[in-house]
């Protein structure tokens, strides 16, 4: 297989995305400020590198924006061949009501206008609070919507998989879930991953670096206090790997993950990337991107240039042994949001 074909995965007949999805959540603050201007020079390099699969939400600040001003500008600059490259998955999410479908038409025609585009490659639906039923109504209507051409794939976030099969037996054809899966959080492979695969359901991973606390830059550091972390991301990844295990085991897993890392000549944020791109049912890992402040674009290319093996794998698992449960903790994937 060729680097080309590692990079990309055909998520539907008509929708091909890069396997590394810039993630957009770092644009709606609290990951340092972000100049307008810088970000559209940096999206660029993300698209002129091959990563030009987006995900962003209708809560990330101005993420569809964002979308919509670096697509004018694409289409302007390097013309219409390019600016097909893009793919972007958006989310709605809706504080739990009674949902209506004049409130979904609203809640659609509003991103379509802000990333400025005819139909949604992706839209993943979230929704806070089970014991509020209405999440069937908003996906029936969201449903009509994907009938009509506005949406043309529809995903879900943070479902469980109790509620994905609900909703999968109503008929409703979902094509991807995205949820927190990394070395850390392997909760998906309990009963999330064996759904997917008998239902053909392709997961979208985030929380997958912790935030960029699986790097050499924590590697032999002591533990740091959470006042330190200056991301939301490295303050919410460090409280599941306080909940995995102590700040020993996790410098034994960036222990051998940098061995590895070695081993293969790529960085340690690659291993534990390529780590969950290789599982069952992944079809791309969402990595946070704070635009114009750093990018890891050529770092992050290596991802495609090398495969784990099982002795990679085995040790790697070797330590999550002596880890806490998560499922067991937590629950099933999604439920730190409920
Ligand atoms: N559906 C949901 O509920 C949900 C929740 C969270 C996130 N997400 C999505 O997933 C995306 C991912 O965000 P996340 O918060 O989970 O963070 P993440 O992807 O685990 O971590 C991103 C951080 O990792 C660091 N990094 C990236 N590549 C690296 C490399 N090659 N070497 C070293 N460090 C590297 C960077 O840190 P520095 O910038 O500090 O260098 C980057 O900001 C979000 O933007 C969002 O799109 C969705």
């Known amino acids: 297989m060729d680097i080309m074909d590692k990079r990309h995965f055909q998520l539907a007949p008509d929708l091909t995305i890069c396997r590394i999805i810039n993630g957009m959540w770092q644009v709606a603050g609290g990951h340092g400020h972000i100049d307008h201007e810088l970000a559209m020079e940096d999206m660029q390099r993300y698209h002129d590198s091959g990563f030009t699969t987006w995900d962003l939400a209708d809560i990330y600040g101005p993420a569809e924006t964002f979308i919509g001003e670096f697509r004018r500008r694409l289409l302007r600059e390097k013309g219409k061949q390019e600016l097909d490259k893009i793919q972007t998955c958006t989310k709605w999410v809706p504080q739990p009501s009674r949902i209506t ?83 850390i959080d392997k909760r998906p492979e309990v009963k999330m991953i064996p759904f997917c695969k008998k239902h053909n359901i392709s997961l979208l991973t985030y929380g997958t670096l912790c935030g960029g606390l699986l790097s050499e830059k924590y590697l032999g550091k002591p533990e740091p206090p959470i006042t330190d972390l200056d991301t939301l991301s490295l303050q919410k990844y460090k409280k599941m790997i306080d909940k995995w295990g102590d700040w020993n085991l996790f410098q034994r897993l960036l222990l051998v993950l940098d061995s590895i890392a070695k081993k293969h000549k790529v960085s340690i944020s690659n291993v534990a990337t390529n780590y969950i791109l290789s599982k069952a049912t992944v079809a791309g890992v969402i990595i946070g991107v704070r635009l114009g402040i750093v990018n890891h674009i050529d770092d992050n290319n290596n991802i495609f240039s090398f495969s784990l093996d099982d002795s990679d794998r085995d040790s790697i698992d070797e330590v999550g042994k002596n880890a806490n449960n998560l499922y067991e903790i937590i629950g099933d994937c999604g439920e730190e949001y409920r």
């Open 101 to 183: 479908r004049s409130m979904v038409d609203n809640g659609i025609e509003a991103a379509l206008r802000r990333m400025d585009v005819s139909s949604l490659d992706l839209l993943q639906f979230h929704w806070w609070d089970y014991n509020n039923p209405y999440y069937m109504d908003a996906l029936k209507y969201l449903s009509d919507l994907k009938d009509k051409g506005n949406i043309r794939h529809l995903g879900l976030t943070n479902f469980d998989t109790e509620h994905l099969q609900t909703i999968t037996e109503s008929g409703i054809a979902i094509t991807s879930n995205q949820i927190q899966y990394s070395i």
